[in-house]
């Protein structure tokens, strides 16, 4: 592991958004474009950005030994930023044939079960972590299993990278098979234990994560609100309003509740550091609810499409002021790429009539994904003082792509011509913590 | 370029349906797997099919010099069948933000104007003759322009490989940019030429191709029809029911006409060489017009998500006993891969509720696309004396695909897998007319 007190300068084409912003009319006027810049790190941060014929003195006062890396041809955005993934599936990406409730009880079940095994977690989360690196994403909010064995295992793969990820057991005390099962009293205990070794180490940071209101009894998701109070700090993370018949499931189980999201807010699961995977089919209420409680949405298109749940409405987290992020939601997603995630989300956008420019796209993808996680401060684009990981974009990986590529009328057109047609191939490399944690080999 | 008088000789794991089938049920009957198979193609054509074991006498039997390929770890298809693309938008795939008619105006248009000159109809035929290839598309229903240049262009470089190809000169005399317009006569005349040059002569196959209603007058859609009377044996080829404002457009160009499909039915455009893309909206009596005239559907997943056109009912063409095959309709379509196309045809079905099994699936991509085009008696599968063209597919392209190819619990897992995250890194070699028309690169 190679130490992060030292320098790291690189030179290139560099693309990112300077701010949050409100609405996405906005985000065109904050987004920076640098065609000749340099970027230098110092233990792991940002410590200088601008244009490389300003940054001369910046490198003469760098140790003698440090290399510029340079990019001429390539294009450098932030890292991707994943708001919902689940690393044990991995291995099932493409189960066939069945919407959500079916596929968990006939596919995603029997896989988890194997991540009681921790060397066999180990292996999963060392090839999940690698995926990630290979297509470009930094930081993932990240599904484990019941298992804290799976925790450990997530968390060990990514620290030998420094990688920032959110990761947490799965609460489960119902609705599943026994030995996908804790009760209220362990799945406390458990998380507790693994908040106290991991929260706050390194980058590493934890998510409090009931799978679903339908596999939590009430009694458990109080404990998860328990362990939230006592732990604001860290986050709560899980699935809502992905398929009408989960949502008629969940109003048949709570029906005390006002609702699918009015369980998580009852018991306190609501909230700045708290993301809600899918929320496709949100009531009016619910959309209110996110918004006053500023509550987070993992929009996962990918998945939403795969297993047929319905067509996100991406522009209403913009008229009700709602946090969203791109999720990649593997395994029921059909790809870890970000790239591809967002050639189907401008895909179910315009399925809806609405566009999805590539500036929105790319806000998205590491910006907008960095609010959403709360982590705004610390990721998602170039400030100085942010962490340094960022992802070297080759825009010409196929025949198909330079042809298109040579026919761009500007950045933000070459960029929307990346997000259509890109996939891994276009990762060249990934830098965390400003560090090189991956390199695609020449092929 | 090979002669085809020679043999080829193929070992390998071979799979394909023997038979069209009336019903989706009854494919599964039909799949022929052959772990250890043997090929043998004699002048461009399957001369022998089965085990390998089986098939030592007719080896022996040709002559010493030929060599019998291996794949012993592949999976080997019949090649796959584009029933709709355009050859001049290869270029502008992944143009930004519009519908079906503003797309066209902005981007479409404006691109297709190149192709009056021969040297460039050139130069992207035959970069579009090798994306075919290294997509494993062994034959494809295309689109040229208004242009006669841009249909010698596309023959020319299909004949390199002696693909079968369908094609055929644009007819467009209004609503189009002046440059790209021809008239009632001149399309006539012009593709009449056309059609004597080049339908039939080797496996070139021509289709009379008005762009879509709209932009035909009465009278050029009155002279296609009588050309389709003196050529009963070519193609027509045209766009249907893409859009609902290209369809009230429509219904107001022609209010004589009992909607959309009965513009073209009335002017003898329906028939068993017809092919309608598209044809997301059709109406009750339009799907029983296509089922009385045998004319076929061409699906095109890609192209109706990224234009926002709709869902297309899949299962409605075996309840309608409509024929249907697939098409990538390059460029509002984001790929030349059926793999792809195949992923994103599943996930349009998964949101209407129905299921697109793999082997479904692989129906569509080949013996269904086959029949489709009217070609079932010469594509689609490996019946003896079919024309031999495959492809050979390597299931384990990526890290991911290998991860989940070795938990496949049967070859129809197996091919799901492919389809969900399969692109043109597992086409490892595609085969034309018995000979090697691509191989992949090793990486």
Known sequence: MSSVVASTAIRGRFLDIQNTVAQAREIHDQVRYVEDGLLITQAGKIQWFGRWEDGQQQLRQLESSIQVEHYPDQLIVPGFIDTHIHFPQTEMVGAYGEQLLEWLNTYTFPTEIQFQDKAYADQIAHFFVNELLKNGTTTALVFCTVHKESVDALFEAAEQYQMRLIAGKVLMDRHAPEALTDTAENAYTDSKELIEKWHGKGRNLYAITPRFAPTSTPEQLKRAGQLKTEYPDVYIHTHLSENTNEIAWVKELFPEQNGYLDVYHHYGLTGNKSVFAHCVHLEE???????????????????????????????????????????????????????????????????????????????????????ALALEDKLGNFNIGKEADFVVLNLNATALQTLRQQRAKNIEDALFALFTMGDDRNIEATYIYGQKAYQQSAS
């Not at 996110?290 to 509550?295: C, F, L």
Request: net charge neutral; aromatic share 10%.
């Open 285 to 371: 209420h619910e959309w209110d609810c996110m918004h006053q409680t500023n509550s987070a949405i993992a929009f996962c298109p990918t998945s939403n499409l795969f297993l047929g749940s319905g067509l996100f409405p991406l522009k209403k987290t913009w008229d009700k002021q709602v946090k969203v992020g791109l999720g990649t939601d593997i395994g029921a997603g059909t790809s870890f790429n970000q790239l591809q995630t967002l050639n189907e989300a401008y895909k179910v956008q315009q399925l809806q009539g609405d566009k999805l420019s590539a500036f929105e796209s790319l806000y998205h993808a590491t910006l907008g994904g960095a609010k």
